[in-house]
Structure formats: structure tokens, C-alpha cells
């Protein structure tokens, strides 16, 4: 069975850090590209950040660029979202997912297959 298990999620204050983690399980996640998503109340779900299986590609939302770092850990079959200067706007709940697309990194969620049920993320004083 193929999983993904977000964790990391919790309650911070505007400028702290926070570290996301998703681990995979029934696939090796080196062989997909990855993506992390976020929702708010009330809105879309958006991209946050993405690489490709090589980790040669990656992106990130204009609105978290510079404060935002994704990375992975194939021997661990993990990845990661570590996410510094955090502002109450970030607060969502958090997705990672893996795309069979594996050269590819794409911000849209219409390319990923596998999804983790999400963990969230609340920045408030």
C-alpha cells in the first residue's frame, strides 16, 4: 500500500521555524518527484514547493521563497519542508505528495498521485 505520513505540524509564533516531515511507505520515493501543497480556511489549495527525483529541480511559491527549504533523504525514504520566518498568513494545513513525473517539478497539484493526509500549521502570537 502506497503512503505518505506528513508530521512536524504544530502551533508557532510569527518569525519562528518549523520543521515538516513525510515519510513514504509501499514505494521508493526516489524514483518520484515531490511536492508540498498548503491549504488555508477558505482557499485553494496551492503549491509550495516542489523537486525533482534527481533533486537537480526545484521551485517555490513566490510568497515563501527565501524562507522556505525542501529537501529529501532517499535513504530514509523521506522528505522535508523546513520553513523558517514564518508569518500568520503561512497557517494551513500542510500536503506533501509524489509524482510518477519523476524529472519533472511542478507546482500544480494535477501532476501528483500520491498524497499524505496532511498536518497543520498554525503561526499566531
Known amino acids: 500500500q502506497l503512503q505518505l505520513v506528513e508530521s512536524g505540524g504544530g502551533l508557532v509564533q510569527p518569525g519562528g521555524s518549523l520543521r515538516l516531515s513525510c515519510a513514504a511507505s509501499?514505494?521508493?520515493?526516489?524514483?518520484?518527484?515531490i511536492g508540498w501543497f498548503r491549504q488555508a480556511p477558505g482557499k485553494e489549495r496551492e503549491g509550495v514547493s516542489c523537486?525533482?527525483?534527481?533533486?537537480?529541480?526545484?521551485n517555490y511559491a513566490a510568497s515563501v521563497k527565501g524562507r522556505f527549504t525542501i529537501s529529501r533523504d532517499n535513504a530514509k525514504n523521506t522528505i522535508y519542508l523546513q520553513m523558517n520566518s514564518l508569518k500568520p498568513e503561512d497557517t494551513a494545513v500542510y500536503y506533501c505528495?509524489?509524482?510518477?513525473?519523476?524529472?519533472?517539478?511542478?507546482?500544480?497539484?494535477?501532476?501528483?498521485?500520491?498524497w499524505g493526509q496532511g498536518t497543520q500549521v498554525a503561526v499566531s502570537s
Open positions: 523537486m525533482d527525483s534527481s533533486a537537480w529541480r526545484t
Open positions: 505528495a509524489a509524482s510518477g513525473r519523476r524529472n519533472y517539478c511542478d507546482l500544480r497539484d494535477t501532476s501528483y498521485t500520491n
Open positions: 509501499g514505494f521508493i520515493l526516489g524514483n518520484y518527484a
